[in-house]
């Protein structure tokens, strides 16, 4: 029962993304991909003392991925940069409540993979 509502919130997540937008004059941008299967995205932040005060993605693939991201920017909007040093593809996983198989772990930490790069 549990898991179905964590598979209910992917599915919700992706289609009623709540951080996919565009910032204007962003400090901070990176663009992020996973061949495997085909996910692109561009996120974009503005960050000042070091705080992530914004943060916004465009992009395109499966619903893990978009999910995903959604749920670490949730986490990481008001947090310092540094913060992300914590974050583990296993806590991604956490973060989505359902089991990921390692074929479908790229896709899941893709936004990860691309906000520590960007920051």
Do not use: W
């Not at 990176?30 to 960050?47: E, L, R, Y």
Request: aromatic residues 4%; glycine residues 6%; charged residues 20%.
């Amino acid at each position: 029962m549990i898991e179905q509502l964590y598979k209910q919130q992917i599915i919700d997540l992706y289609n009623n993304p709540t951080h996919k937008s565009v910032i204007d004059n962003p400090t901070h941008h990176m663009n992020g991909n996973n061949p495997t299967c085909g996910d692109m995205i561009v996120i974009q932040a503005i960050c000042n003392d070091q705080i992530i005060s914004k943060i916004k993605y465009q992009g395109e693939g499966c619903a893990i991925s978009q999910a995903a991201l959604n749920l670490l920017i949730d986490e990481l909007i008001g947090k310092p940069i540094s913060v992300l040093k914590e974050y583990t593809p296993e806590r991604i996983v956490e973060l989505l409540g359902v089991p990921i198989s390692v074929s479908r772990l790229n896709c899941a930490t893709l936004g990860l993979r691309t906000c520590k790069k960007m920051f």
